[in-house]
């Protein structure tokens, strides 16, 4: 059973950064690419960033130049560096196993991310 616990959210004001941190187990880590989505009440949920095994990155046209995401085989983890937060960048962020056909079905709890004045 494939667990994700995800981490690191909180409250910070406009133009400011936090780090999210997601830890996996339950599979061989390092073969699969990973993902992090976030979700507001009402919208369905996104995807914000993605990384292959290989370490290709993938950003959604509203992150891009301002999130980073990285991954750490050795300590079966998944990161994601948020600058330049914007008040649109508030969510509850997740992350999860992207396969071939799609996500996994089952998702953590999520982190909150809250971008306020």
């Known amino acids: 059973q494939v667990q994700l616990v995800e981490s690191g959210g909180g409250l910070v004001q406009p133009g400011g950064s936090l780090r999210l941190s997601c830890a996996a187990s339950?599979?061989?880590?390092?073969?699969?690419?990973m993902g992090w989505y976030r979700q507001t009440p009402g919208k369905q949920r996104e995807l914000v960033a993605a990384?292959?095994?290989?370490?290709?990155?993938y950003y959604a046209d509203s992150v891009k130049g301002r999130f980073t995401i990285s991954r750490d085989n050795g300590k079966n983890t998944v990161d994601l560096q948020m600058n330049n937060l914007e008040p649109e960048d508030t969510a509850v962020y997740y992350c999860?196993?992207?396969?071939?056909?799609?996500?996994?079905?089952?998702w953590g709890q999520g982190t909150q991310v809250t971008v306020s004045s």
């Open positions: 999860n196993v992207r396969t071939p056909t799609g996500v996994l079905g089952s």
């Open positions: 339950g599979l061989i880590f390092r073969a699969y690419s």
């Open positions: 990384i292959s095994s290989g370490g290709t990155p």
